[in-house]
Nanobody
């Protein structure tokens, strides 16, 4: 089992920045891939980005150039740095972990059902 706890959400004005963090505990060997997803009201859960144990990262096209993922392997943490936030970024953000390793650009890493473990989510609200 892997336990994931997100932090760092909140209310920010458009153009602002937030950093989300996810702390993993338990069988962290089952966290080869750590991903971020988001879900806005009335919408499906959407892939935001992921970090592989190899050190490679991917982000969705919708956040490319604005969001960055980085990982602290020794501390078992993964972070999502969000800059130039837009109102359409408003959502609950979830951290997820998968025991599988995916190649950079793999479509599987963007699928929610590729992940076995999920955090409780943290709300991000961007005001216009």
């Amino acid at each position: 089992q892997v336990q994931l706890v997100e932090s760092g959400g909140g209310l920010v004005q458009a153009g602002g920045s937030l950093r989300l963090s996810c702390a993993a505990s338990g069988r962290t060997a089952s966290s080869e891939t750590m991903g971020w997803f988001r879900q806005a009201p009335g919408k499906e859960r959407e892939f935001v980005g992921s970090s592989q144990s190899s050190g490679s990262t991917d982000v969705a096209d919708s956040v490319q150039g604005r969001f960055t993922i980085f990982r602290e392997f020794r501390r078992g943490r993964v972070h999502l740095q969000m800059n130039s936030l837009k109102p359409e970024d408003t959502a609950v953000y979830y951290c997820a972990a998968s025991p599988n390793r995916y190649g950079r650009g793999s479509s599987n890493q963007a699928l929610a059902n590729s992940y076995d473990y999920w955090g409780q989510g943290t709300q991000v609200t961007v005001s216009s």
